[in-house]
């Protein structure tokens, strides 16, 4: 058993493109027109035909408070390994990128969150 597919709740599927793909590096996967909404997943450039991250919609009533909580709380929604959190951290900075956490060394883990701008906080990880 593996991962296909992981989800996050984004408030604006083309805003949450524009930055998963422009700003993250990710690379369109599908997009599929379902009525106002989309099938609209991403991938790794590393592995194309790996685990999808589905850019899902935020209408659900349950989604707003869940989002709402846990980015009060700190918690990010998920997280993405990169090899370096600091050059990463860099990276996005420059491009404009919020962190809500700067690159924090957790012994066997370096690890920084950051906003996707579409209602999430995100965590990358770098293992030691």
């Not at 993250?24 to 099938?39: A, I, Q, T, Y």
């Not at 450039?45 to 209408?59: K, M, N, R, V, Y």
């Not at 950051?114 to 770098?126: M, S, V």
Request: include cysteine; glycine fraction near 6%; proline fraction near 7%.
């Amino acid at each position: 058993m593996r991962i296909h597919l992981s989800s996050v709740f984004v408030d604006d599927q083309a805003k949450a493109l524009d930055f998963y793909t422009e700003v993250l590096g990710f690379r369109l996967k599908d997009d599929v027109p379902m009525g106002h909404s989309r099938w609209l997943t991403v991938v790794s450039p590393d592995d194309p035909d790996g685990t999808q991250l589905l850019l899902e919609p935020s209408e659900h009533p349950a989604v707003k408070p869940y989002k709402d909580a846990l980015v009060a709380d700190g918690i990010p929604a998920t997280s993405f390994a990169v090899d370096d959190v600091r050059a990463e951290h860099t990276r996005l900075t420059a491009l404009g990128v919020r962190f809500t956490q700067e690159p924090t060394d957790l012994g066997p883990v370096v690890v920084a969150v950051l906003d996707d701008t579409c209602g999430n906080l995100i965590q990358i990880a770098q293992h030691a």
